[in-house]
């Protein structure tokens, strides 16, 4: 009798044994998989858009509506647009997501938000090409951007595509700017007042990195908007008198002007340039003096053509 309820205790301690090991093993791997969260371009990958909520799903991944109510207060309501290589069918380009946010409002102290610093990620080499960028931009702003022959707003409007947000202000954009002729001499003097502003901003990015010991991508990422400004105004001024949507819209294509710089050395740092910006090369591979020495050829041959 006593070995049969030694026996029948035993069963019973070895089940509870089991069951907790087996109850250890299932909470170990849901801990785990909760610590392996997905990356939003895995969330946006997996977005069902024959879900009738898709746009509200892809809001949330992004986190949009939380970041306008925490940072952007003033404003109201705002456009989700998706524009670049992942709304291009069949596009060949590395998987990643682009994204502008057209803020709608009227900001108290009259200040409207022109641009942030883009990327949620510290960094863009090729480890996070697959990451997502993020602009906020006020609507109206942007749309006086656009109207006064910027390449990259224009570019955003012919090609992107609305998320989320009213229809009848994404339309209003293309409507405004579908047909609108661009004069050169305006466009040039815009792109010079551009210029400016990009130097100053490359020179305060360089004295931060150099005195205070602030990231140089950042002086990188300056010095690349200045660059290309300087080659996109030479474009320009080979155009013709009177310029049209798709000659501005060429000028965002930034790969175009490897063929513009003559020498092999200067192309190539360009290039790396260019590449690492777009999180196809590693930041190593162009460093603050290649940054220097492009800005040096170009300007010399952008001085030689005022």
């Known amino acids: 009798m006593f070995e049969q309820i030694k026996v029948f205790f035993m069963k019973i301690w070895n089940e509870l044994i089991i069951t907790i090991i087996i109850g250890f093993f299932i909470r170990s791997l849901k801990k785990s998989k909760e610590l392996v969260k997905p ?100 609507y109206l702003s942007f749309l006086f951007a656009a109207s006064a022959g910027m390449p990259y707003e224009n570019s955003v409007i012919y090609n992107g595509k609305l998320v989320k947000g009213h229809q009848g202000y994404f339309q209003w954009l293309k409507n405004i700017t579908k047909n609108i002729l661009f004069d050169k001499d305006f466009l040039i003097r815009r792109f010079k007042e551009k210029i400016i502003a990009e130097k100053q901003e490359f020179h305060k990015c360089l004295k931060e990195c150099e005195e205070f010991g602030h990231d140089e991508y950042y002086v990188i990422r300056a010095g690349y908007y200045y660059i290309t400004s300087i080659l996109q105004l030479r474009r320009i001024q080979n155009f013709e008198k009177v310029i049209t949507q798709n000659q501005v819209i060429e000028l965002s294509k930034v790969r175009s002007f490897y063929e513009d710089i003559l020498d092999d050395n200067i192309r190539n740092k360009y290039e790396q340039l260019v590449e690492n910006l777009k999180r196809n090369n590693t930041l190593d591979l162009i460093s603050i003096d290649d940054i220097k020495e492009v800005l040096l050829y170009i300007g010399e041959e952008y001085d030689k053509n005022k």
């Open 39 to 138: 990356t939003i371009n895995e969330l946006l990958n997996n977005t069902d858009y024959n879900s009738k909520n898709w746009k509200e799903e892809i809001d949330k991944v992004l986190e949009i509506k939380t970041t306008v109510e925490r940072h952007f207060p003033e404003y109201k309501d705002y456009l989700l647009i998706q524009y670049g290589s992942s709304v291009i069918p069949d596009n060949k380009l590395p998987s990643d997501y682009d994204f502008i946010v057209l803020l709608l409002g009227y900001p108290i102290e009259g200040n409207r938000y022109m641009h942030n610093k883009g990327t949620i990620s510290d960094e863009s080499n090729e480890t996070n090409k697959d990451q997502v960028d993020i602009v906020f931009r006020d």
